[in-house]
């Protein structure tokens, strides 16, 4: 072996495992020994510290290269992408089609990789259209980058068309569309891709694996889960030390509130990373057990010396859903301890609690004094706005994001025409959305369209709104004609509700929440005989809504509460004042019960005692009895997983009214502030 030959290697060695510092030295031999304008010796150079995230070194080896060939630019080009800048490889791209050099399969894989990992669809479609005419959108590597920079974009349509076309596939064709199935939301797909590809012959490896194991997550599948699982062990996989996969049984298990497998796995996990940790820590959270999961991340923070920020904003994310403001406050200050606190994506998700927590005021102040902001930012604060229903606000702050340089992505849009929906701007929202569609960079998507469909529905143009899904070029899902149903029962259209209603039920048999919602129609319009049908139907297909929960925060103590729930300690207390409460506001403001919110086939005094118990009201009674009514004024917050419901939005604003208190109810939709007998959604959400 020559000399020349002996540094090639040794420099390789130095590329695959991340040796920076032996790197060096053989650069230093390989100048010595009069191989510095060596043609090869520079591309491993280059590629070697491109893999040691040291890309100014490799810069600065091409810009004294006499002579470069298309490996220079595709190693350069892989190095800027992996130090996670997408656009300086993207640039290099069009460097290197100015220098007369054409590219090959590796670097347009690569420029297909940074369009993913930027998300500009446009881009990708020009290189895709390039490797057709250059001949290489067959050859693997680029058949499987163009899947995957189609799935990373949203076009998961596309990435399909590709998959298909694809004259041969491998196991990174498969595992690029799992993923970008799994990626999107539909676990489903991905499941039978899973299915289809070990019958055509593939083997599943660990990205498989992981994929589906999320696809089950997300599905609540956990039968699946638990048969990947097994399939896993027989197989000998070594799951404890690896951790990318060993994550992703933790997060099934937790997601699916099987707390006590998620734990088991976790604990025979050697080197606990990030993913398995926040997977917990955030399953347990969502079971409700705040104890465990703060007690997770104390040890967490005991286990490693700094918490990055991945981990800093689920848990953050943890405290806005559930709205535990003070927790959330106890983790913005340690946020301000840790070098971690000072990423965007950090200071994001405490702005996003502070408005979940519906405290605007401290959220509009940190947004303030942020030093960098991105899109993100801009749209956590429209989001907040518009929960709030504060519309104005929200568009102004667009405009403002616009004004300050940063180009509103898709999700910008949506919060924006979500605002406009809760505050009822109908001329501003049809503006914005005439721009969205306008625009070059992007298209609406099912989304916005319900949005739109929203706004109209709650200006009661119901025919409109239907028009408006019929004639979009999107096909109709599940959702958008939900929104519409909805708007039909408020407005009391029996008419349109019905043809919706088919329409919902031939889309999917075994949703309760349409059904729900339709016998609710049929009741409010007193079509008796049809809404106890469409109740038979649930009953017969064993289908269950989600549960109404409702918690309020007293004393820094969570205390949650479901409907006709009597398992608190002071579920007597807690009667009694609701009772003495209800018998004031009828007195003093008139208040009715809304008897059509309650279960129609009993007695009218049980239908009072079945609107009583309703969880919101419980939540609330808790308040009062716990020294809520010794305070002149204040603020009692309570928040709940649905939609409030109507009779306890009305008994809520009679109770602001005659004990002069403010009542802020978090639901599944926005803001409701009772002041004084109002409310700030103006009675429509």
């Known amino acids: 072996m020559s000399e020349r030959q002996r540094l090639a290697k040794l420099l390789r060695n130095c590329s695959k495992n991340g040796l920076f510092d032996q790197g060096l030295q053989v650069h230093a031999a390989v100048v010595n020994m009069g191989f510095g304008f060596d043609l090869i010796m520079n591309n491993d150079l280059i590629d070697m510290y491109g893999k040691c995230s040291r890309v100014d070194l490799a810069c600065s080896v091409f810009d004294r290269m006499l002579e470069r060939n298309v490996v220079s630019w595709t190693a350069l080009m892989c190095g800027y992408l992996q130090e996670g800048n997408a656009k300086g490889s993207l640039a290099l791209l069009c460097e290197m089609g100015y220098s007369g050099v054409k590219p090959n399969e590796f ?35 680029v058949g499987n980058a163009t899947i995957d920079m189609y799935s990373k974009c949203g076009r998961i349509g596309m990435a399909e068309q590709v998959f298909k076309k694809m004259p041969f596939r491998n196991l990174v064709s498969w595992n690029a569309m799992i993923a970008g199935h799994t990626h999107e939301g539909n676990g489903r797909k991905s499941l039978v891709l899973f299915q289809r590809m070990q019958g055509q012959g593939e083997v599943p490896d660990e990205f498989t694996f992981t994929s589906t194991l999320k696809a089950c997550g997300a599905l609540g599948a956990i039968r699946g889960g638990t048969q990947i699982h097994a399939s896993l062990i027989t197989r000998g996989f070594p799951i404890s030390i690896r951790n990318i996969i060993a994550g992703a049984i933790v997060d099934l298990y937790a997601k699916c509130g099987y707390l006590f497998e998620a734990q088991k796995v976790f604990d025979q996990i050697e080197q606990k990373n990030v993913i398995s940790w926040s997977a917990l820590i955030q399953g347990f959270a969502q079971e409700g057990n705040l104890l465990e999961a703060m007690d997770l991340f104390r040890q967490l923070r005991e286990s490693v010396s700094n918490v990055d920020g991945f981990v800093l904003s689920i848990m953050m994310g943890v405290f806005a859903d559930l709205a535990l403001v003070e927790q959330g406050k106890q983790m913005h200050c340690y946020t301000l301890k840790v070098p971690s606190g000072l990423d965007v994506s950090v200071a994001n998700s405490i702005i996003d609690m502070y408005l979940k927590c519906g405290l605007t005021e401290e959220a509009e102040r940190l947004f303030s004094e942020m030093q960098v902001r991105n899109v993100v930012s801009w749209t956590v604060m429209i989001t907040g706005y518009g929960k709030q229903g504060l519309g104005g606000k929200a568009i102004h702050l667009f405009n403002r994001m616009q004004l300050d340089g940063i180009e509103p992505d898709e999700v910008a849009y949506l919060a924006l025409l979500s605002a406009c929906s809760h505050s009822g701007l109908i001329r501003e929202s049809q503006e914005y959305f005439s721009r969205l569609c306008n625009n070059h960079q992007m298209k609406p998507n099912i989304e916005h369209y319900a949005c739109m469909v929203d706004i109209l529905g709650r200006a009661g143009r119901l025919k409109e709104a239907k028009n408006l899904i019929e004639n979009m070029k999107l096909k109709p899902n599940e959702g958008i004609w939900q929104t519409l149903l909805s708007a039909c029962r408020v407005h009391g259209n029996l008419e349109i509700g019905r043809e919706v209603g088919e329409i919902l039920f031939r889309m999917d048999t075994d949703n309760p929440v349409n059904y729900v919602m339709m016998s609710n129609i049929y009741a409010e319009a007193g079509y008796w005989k049809e809404c106890e049908r469409v109740r038979k139907l649930v009953k017969a297909k064993g289908l269950k809504k989600e549960a109404g929960q409702s918690w309020v925060e007293i004393n820094k103590e969570i205390h949650f509460f479901y409907g006709g729930d009597d398992t608190h300690p002071l579920t007597e207390k807690i009667h009694e004042m609701l009772k003495e409460m209800e018998r004031r506001v009828k007195e003093e403001t008139g208040y009715a019960y809304g008897l059509r ?76 502030k009772f002041e004084d007998g109002l409310c700030s959604c103006g009675d429509y959400w």
Do not use: P, Y
Request: neutral net charge; charged residues 25%; contains cysteine.
């Open 597 to 672: 919110f309650a279960l129609h086939d009993v007695e009218e005094e049980s239908k009072e005692e079945n609107l009583r118990v309703h969880s919101e009201k419980l939540a609330i009674g808790l308040a009062l009895v716990c020294d809520g009514m010794e305070k002149n004024g204040g603020v009692i917050r309570v928040f709940k997983n649905l939609r409030v419901c109507g009779d306890c939005h009305e008994f809520i604003k009679g109770l602001s009214k005659i004990l002069k208190k403010v009542f802020v109810v978090r639901d599944a939709n926005r803001f409701h």
């Open 107 to 141: 670097t347009f894989s690569t420029s297909l990789k940074a369009c993913g990992a930027l998300g500009i669809v446009e881009n990708g479609m020009q290189i895709h259209g390039m490797c057709v005419k250059s001949g290489f959108e067959w050859v693997s590597v």
